[in-house]
């Protein structure tokens, strides 16, 4: 099963999921007086309305409404915490006495478990209102291997939607999910690689690397759009601005010069009034989805087109757990961390959906 698909007529859904953030933060951690920030929660719409996200099903199961995922009802499924490769292991137990009347469970991948965050929302970072239960504010596995240190494998944190890596060797709890998402994208992890992080035959080891599950990427995945300076990612949809932009909305010059976060906003809505389109700095998400997952320093795909890369990207999402600080997609790694929004320690990358005038 291939993570790429080489049809140039291939169209993608254009899915990026809602950040689920609907309060709006100064770069002090205080609420705004007015909308029109270009800061998460005015960039995007939030889930629809009409959506029941979560329905627990006859067996106990709990369907997401949004992805399609089908989730063990216990977030902690097994009452303790293991290592990554028990963690397959318990996978491979729960299938063997279909637990919950399933045999298809799984170690989610990265998206897949990332898919279940919500950055409105803290200890846990989950929707409001789920069904889950033994819901721990702490390190959950996927099943996708860090590529810069295979012997570590990258976890999601509960407590405030953080997403980092971790010696395979060490301890983190398992969250089981079966189905197949038709909206979320390949992590493009294609190789296995066993607990000391040598690589390892892929067939039956439950690994990102073996399933590869989401929506396969089209080749080319870039293409220029109206300048040399935009892009169109044609597995999302989003076009972006290929070079950081500095503190007078051009092109940044110098990418060992970052900007804190409130100087990143401006830049980029300094680009907007320039060009006469509504780029915004990206929500979370959005800069994730750039992500591929077999790579690293930088964690981008093959032949991307972005140069002045620099340690991290600044998002538009503030970290609900602490507003002082904002989300940050570190591009060497791939991690999701948190950035402080008074310090100089980011990029400004900016965004928009194809189509926008």
């Known amino acids: 099963m ?3 698909d080489h049809t140039l007529g291939w169209r993608p859904p254009g899915q990026v999921l809602p950040t689920g953030l609907a309060d709006r933060h100064d770069p002090a951690g205080r609420f705004p007086p007015s909308p029109g920030s270009g800061r998460d929660g005015h960039g995007r719409p939030s889930d629809p309305d009409s959506l029941p996200r979560f329905t627990v099903l006859a067996d106990g199961t709990v369907a997401d409404g949004l992805t399609g995922l089908c989730w063990h009802p216990a977030a902690d499924a097994l009452g303790y915490a293991v290592s990554w490769e028990e963690g397959f292991s318990a996978v491979r137990a729960l299938n063997r006495t279909a637990a919950h009347g399933r045999s298809d469970w799984r170690m989610p991948n990265r998206r897949e478990l990332r898919s279940l965050l919500w950055h409105g929302a803290k200890n846990p970072a989950l929707p409001p209102g789920h069904p889950f239960t033994d819901v721990f504010s702490g390190r959950y596995w996927t099943s996708t291997t860090f590529a810069g240190l295979p012997g570590h494998a990258w976890y999601v944190h509960l407590e405030g939607a953080r997403v980092f890596y971790e010696r395979k060797d060490r301890y983190c709890l398992l969250w089981p999910v079966c189905g197949r998402s038709p909206i979320l994208p390949a992590t493009g992890q294609a190789r296995c690689f ?9 067939a039956g080891s439950g690994q990102d690397g073996e399933t590869r599950f989401g929506l396969p990427w089209p080749i080319p995945r870039f293409i220029p759009e109206k300048s040399p300076d935009t892009v169109q990612d044609r597995l999302t949809g989003l076009v972006w601005r290929v070079r950081p932009i500095g503190l007078d909305g051009r092109d940044a010059v110098d990418p060992q010069s970052p900007l804190d976060w409130d100087q990143a906003l401006r830049a980029v809505a300094d680009l907007a009034v320039r060009e006469g389109r509504p780029w915004r700095l990206p929500d979370i998400n959005e800069l994730e989805s750039l992500t ?14 972005f140069t002045g ?3 991290g990207a600044w998002s538009s999402t503030t970290s609900f757990f602490d507003p002082a600080w904002a989300y940050v997609l570190y591009t060497g790694k791939g991690a999701v961390g948190v950035g402080f929004k008074a ?13 926008q005038a």
């Open 2 to 4: 291939s993570g790429h």
């Open 194 to 202: 066993d607990g000391k992080g040598l690589e390892t035959a892929c």
């Open 292 to 305: 591929d997952l077999s790579r690293a320093y930088p964690a981008l795909p093959a032949g991307h087109p």
């Open 309 to 311: 890369l620099g340690d």
């Open 343 to 355: 310090n100089r320690d980011f990029s400004a990358w900016s965004v928009l959906r194809s189509g």
